[in-house]
């Protein structure tokens, strides 16, 4: 047993030792078992317990919860001891509470009144115990009950410095917690001014409050810039001997440099102000001449700090990108260290480099290093090193390398750690589309990557591929050729089927001129992969099938008899079988012309952003993947939250599958967003018919407006329908507005409610006529006005007849008008919303629960606009998970008020969600529920 | 910020934990054996810096102990590393070439310097002597109050 200073505890050690000395793990539950007894008797029997003691038991208590295991008592003990006047059972009280205590216990308003008289004691020691105990829970309560006393602490002239150290973190964490708790005004200045102290410890603790107040507030804070950068000089030019106690390893405090180099990037460079911003260049100057200099000592610490102050003055040079001389200079310098023997300083420095390589200064200094940055990629031992290399190939790629980084990356490839394949891929595809000036070129690498590592290849990256075929005439004949060439290979891969039923199907004539590669070859290399395929890909075969009898009429009996084959139970899938029969009927059944025009080519896709960029930004929601070259930096303050960025930008989840929304999509395609759906709804039964009046229908999903209120309802050739929408309590007003497209009028226009008798007595609809005729090209306006009397589910629809140039049409939506429209949002504090919800689950009569798969990659941002848009109110901050969504709201109803409780958990890993629902009618809940289920 | 510091030992047992943002014990627990079988699992001569879900993790084995902290995309990684060799050498000087033994049987002891060291995240003091100084000083007020228990025993006051 080691010497334990201070005042040991001996029958804390013995039990320590007893547990050490335990052969298994049963003997040691057991023997925490027994002493959990103890304890427990010890606290309720024997009201005489001296402070000793209990500072005993309370410590072995800890002692067992840092071994695992659960703690559900002596938290009283601990409230007792923290009130002690001994310091010794107040330290171990103060322990207790911060590493057992969560944010939200009963507990915290016991002990409230002790942390307050131990923050207004004389002795410094007792002081720091009490901001240490608020900075480690740092709840909204300990924000309320000592915002005010805490910065009177920090600024106060007799405060001691080693007080003023924790108060100024201590302040820091409540800030985080509510924003609110920093007072402006005559505060801002005292606060800045800190950076002046004379005591480095406090500065240091200062400089990371700063840091975060500027970043709420920069304008305000504006004139820590000057303070910062006179402070960063005195350290720099300092020699090692000047800051004693604060130099480590020979270099001079490491610490508030690097804190103060970070203060500095929440500014843009102060143009105005050249003095400050000479002075801030000399600085970074003589940081990276010290770079240069011989090591003042052998030892990794020294180094380590060093560089440390060395790439934070980096991240500032590139954040400030203003100075072509700096940024050449530090790439110069992060070149250096590519070869060096520390992993440390590779990783970081290809990290580095990256952002680097976005600067119009200094992307051409980067790419000076290409061979360096290949080699890293192909022989770096630790995989996580291969992967910043990786990213930094992507970001220095640009015209002028990219065929050769691209043929690099595939080389790669095929050796490359499967933990980084999906992403190189996507990577490759990206770069590939990018610059590609031939087309060709752009097919091949895409091909190469179905067969290098084509289990890696997501439905984005082949969706893509087929995309681009389909827009660019030149390139087909080529695609045609080379999938073709690809196919026969004896073991391709699924993926390469899929691309090659496609682009065959669609381009197939174009190669059939051929003998090699006739109309019969063609259909036999394709059918020769259709029972090593999954029934998705023998769905798009089918379809690739019905196109050749159209191209190929020579070839339509062996066909036809491929489809006879699968229409009969042989064929186990139903949607095959289905497939074939149909397609079998309409080769069948329809003359030549019909044919054609059915089976015509794809329509060019619209001209979008590369669906594949989304799916690569949502991979790495922590670091933004780049291969843009920034413009520089105008001279504004600005809060660098680049993550929120990039995820707006990306919200839309619909545009990841960029298919899912052809100009030929069919009415009952849903969302699924697959290729060969497309094709399938178009050529089944029923819809030849619609299709043949108005073939190209805009279908909007009607949960779509779940969340939302406005927007246009439905679209197809001849008219579109608008709805505006707002809500009131339990009122509702709707506006349609439809707009005739056509150069003709559309007459007997006729909108109709579709709402029973039954329906109507909970959700009550007035609907305002309209004229019977809709002119060419105009628009008009219908009201509907909508109460909500008693609980409901569905919405209504309408449906609007019509007749145009003498055809009549008649089109079916549902309204918005789902029972959330109703909510209004309700505003509550962490402990009653977890009250109430704990007080409706006791029944399961009153909760709901859905657990689902997200249906598309998981994108937190976008939820929360969707869970915005459902009407309730989301509760920001108060559930202990940040990931979690949980929101209240009433809904109104004429009869009565209806309170919710939602709460929606994304596990990341596992790509689902659990949503659960909780109100005082189960019939709500379970409404509730069912509509927000697919929505994510 | 630093979010997280987990000491734990060669054979996967957790030694001590500091937790920086309020999480249920269930995910730290959860956090902890991720991290844990993590790095256990990594080779000698790899980066001692590894992305892990949206934070960075920084770590570097000390005889028989793992340091491991969870830092946020703006923290410093080579400056995280030497927090942790701060740290160590805190506990070295205080326990006179500590061992984990030592950090095993005064937990307490390694939560205090630590919380001298460390304040909600951030670094409040690194010189090593003010932090050796704040120590010793609590342990003279302990030392204080069990003299004068042993001379209230004794009688003596």
């Known amino acids: 047993m080691p010497a334990v200073r201070g005042d040991g505890m001996r029958g804390l050690a013995v039990f320590i030792s007893d547990i050490r000395n335990c052969k298994s793990k049963e003997a040691e539950i057991k023997r925490i078992n027994k002493e959990l007894a103890n304890i427990r008797s010890k606290f309720k029997g024997d009201k005489t317990l001296d402070g000793y003691q209990k500072k005993k038991y309370v410590c072995k208590l800890l002692f067992i919860f840092l071994l695992g295991h659960d703690i559900d008592f002596g938290h009283m003990e601990a409230v007792n001891l923290l009130s002690s006047n001994k310091y010794s059972e107040k330290q171990i009280g103060y322990l207790f509470i911060s590493v057992l205590v969560n944010t939200n216990s009963e507990l915290i308003k016991l002990i409230i009144q002790s942390i307050k008289n131990d923050l207004g004691s004389r002795n410094p020691i007792h002081v720091n115990l009490a901001l240490q105990c608020i900075a480690n829970i740092g709840s909204r309560e300990m924000a309320e009950a000592f915002g005010s006393e805490i910065p009177r602490l920090l600024v106060s002239g007799d405060t001691m410095d080693v007080v003023k150290q924790s108060a100024a973190l201590c302040l820091l964490r409540l800030f985080r917690t509510s924003q609110d708790i920093i007072p402006g ?237 999906e992403e190189m891929v996507l990577k490759v595809a990206i770069l590939a589309e990018k610059y590609a000036t031939d087309y060709t070129w752009y097919v091949d690498v895409i091909l190469n990557l179905i067969r290098i590592a084509g289990d890696y290849v997501s439905e984005e990256v082949w969706y893509r591929v087929i995309q681009i075929v389909i827009n660019r005439d030149e390139v087909q004949g080529y695609a045609a050729k080379t999938v073709f060439e690809a196919l026969q290979a004896p073991a391709c891969h699924e993926n390469m089927v899929k691309v090659g039923g496609y682009i065959l199907g669609e381009f197939g004539n174009l190669i059939a001129g051929d003998q090699r590669s006739s109309p019969a070859v063609q259909f036999q290399l394709l059918h020769s992969k259709y029972h090593l395929c999954s029934p998705m890909t023998r769905a798009l075969l089918l379809s690739t099938y019905i196109k050749f009898i159209n191209l190929f009429p020579e070839i339509r009996t062996q066909v036809q008899e491929v489809f006879k084959q699968h229409s009969n139970l042989r064929s186990a899938d139903a949607e095959l079988q289905q497939r074939a029969s149909e397609y079998l009927q309409l080769s069948i059944i329809a003359s030549s012309d019909v044919l054609a025009t059915v089976l015509e080519e794809m329509p060019a896709f619209p001209e979008r952003e590369s669906s594949i960029l989304a799916v690569l930004k949502k991979k790495k929601p922590g670091r ?313 | 910020m630093m979010q997280f510091m987990l000491l734990f030992s060669r054979q996967g047992k957790l030694r001590l934990q500091k937790w920086y943002v309020a999480h249920p014990d269930k995910l730290k627990k959860k956090i902890t054996r991720e991290l844990i079988t993590t790095i256990l699992a990594r080779k000698p001569k790899m980066c001692s810096f590894l992305e892990w879900r949206d934070l960075k993790i920084v770590y570097k084995r000390y005889a028989s102990l793992y340091f491991c902290c969870a830092i946020e995309q703006c923290d410093n990684e080579l400056l995280t590393l030497e927090i942790i060799h701060r740290y160590v050498e805190l506990l070295d000087k205080y326990f006179g070439s500590v061992c984990e033994l030592d950090i095993i049987f005064n937990f307490e002891k390694a939560y205090f310097i630590l919380d001298e060291l460390m304040l909600g995240g951030e670094v409040q003091e690194t010189s090593k002597k003010n932090v050796l100084k704040a120590i010793a000083a609590q342990d003279l007020l302990q030392e204080d109050e069990a003299m004068e228990i042993a001379l209230r025993d004794v009688g003596l006051l």
């Open chain 1, 185 to 421: 005004g005559e505060w801002t200045s005292r606060i800045i001014h800190l950076l002046n102290d004379q005591h480095m410890g406090v500065v240091t603790a200062a400089t990371s409050l700063i840091d975060a107040l500027v970043k709420k507030n920069p304008e305000e804070y504006k004139g820590c810039v000057s303070l910062a950068v006179s402070r960063l000089s005195r350290i720099v030019t300092a020699s090692y001997t000047d800051l004693q106690d604060y130099t480590y390893y020979f270099v001079p405090a490491p610490w508030l440099s690097v804190k103060l180099l970070r203060l500095l990037q929440n500014y843009t460079p102060p143009a105005e102000d050249p003095g400050v911003r000479g002075r801030l260049n000399e600085c970074l100057e003589t940081i990276l001449n010290k770079a240069q200099e011989p090591p003042k000592s052998k030892k990794v610490q020294h180094s380590n700090a060093k560089n440390a102050v060395l790439f934070e003055a980096i991240s500032l040079i590139i954040h400030n990108d203003s100075e072509a001389n700096l940024l050449v200079r530090a790439c110069n310098q992060l070149g250096q260290f590519l070869s060096n023997r520390e992993t440390n300083l590779r990783y970081l420095a290809l990290e580095s480099m990256c952002h680097l390589a976005t600067s119009e200064f200094s992307h051409e200094a980067v790419k000076k290093h290409q061979e360096v940055v290949i080699l890293s990629m192909k022989m770096e031992k630790d995989v996580s090193v291969r992967q910043q290399a990786v990213d930094l190939l992507y970001a220095m790629c640009d015209k002028s390398n990219a065929e050769e980084i691209v043929q690099e990356m595939l080389n790669y490839l095929e050796t490359a750690d499967y933990s980084i394949r």
């Open chain 1, 624 to 936: 933004v993947p780049e291969n843009e070259i920034k413009d520089s930096k105008s001279p504004t303050p600005l809060n660098n939250n680049h993550t929120n960025d990039v995820n707006n930008t990306s919200t839309n989840s619909a545009d990841l599958l960029g298919l899912s929304t052809p100009p030929t999509s069919a009415p009952n395609s849903g969302n699924t967003g697959v290729l060969l759906d497309v094709l399938g709804d178009i050529y089944s039964g029923k819809s030849v018919n619609s299709s043949t009046s108005s073939n190209k229908n805009w279908f909007v999903d009607p949960k779509k407006f779940v969340c939302k209120n406005n927007g246009v309802l439905f679209e197809n050739d001849l008219i579109q329908i608008g709805v505006k929408s707002e809500f009131r309590q339990n009122l509702g007003r709707l506006g349609l507005f439809y707009g005739n497209k056509t150069n003709a009028p559309l007459q007997n226009f006729f909108p109709t409610m579709q709402w029973s008798e039954e329906n109507n007595a909970k959700l009550s609809i007035q609907i305002k006529p309209v004229e019977p005729i809709l002119e060419a090209g105009a628009q008009i306006q219908q009201m509907i006005n909508a109460e909500c009397i008693d609980d409901y589910t569905d919405s209504p629809s309408i449906s609007v007849s019509f007749v145009c140039n003498k055809v009549p049409h008649k089109i079916n939506i549902k309204l918005p008008l789902t029972i959330n429209k109703f909510f209004e949002p309700t505003e509550m504090n962490g402990e009653s919303f977890f009250a109430r919800w704990k007080n409706l689950g006791n029944t399961n009569q009153q909760r709901s629960q859905k657990i689902f798969k997200a249906t598309a990659p998981m994108d937190l941002q976008a939820a929360k606009t969707k869970i915005i848009g459902f009407g309730m109110q989301l509760l920001e901050g108060i559930d202990p998970n940040p990931d979690n969504f949980v929101c209240a709201g009433i809904i109104h109803m004429r009869s009565q008020q209806v309170g919710c409780l939602l709460r929606l958990e994304p596990n990341r890993n596992a790509q689902m969600y659990r949503l659960t629902v909780r109100s005082s009618k189960e019939s709500v809940s379970v409404e509730l529920c069912d509509l927000l289920v697919d929505q994510f």
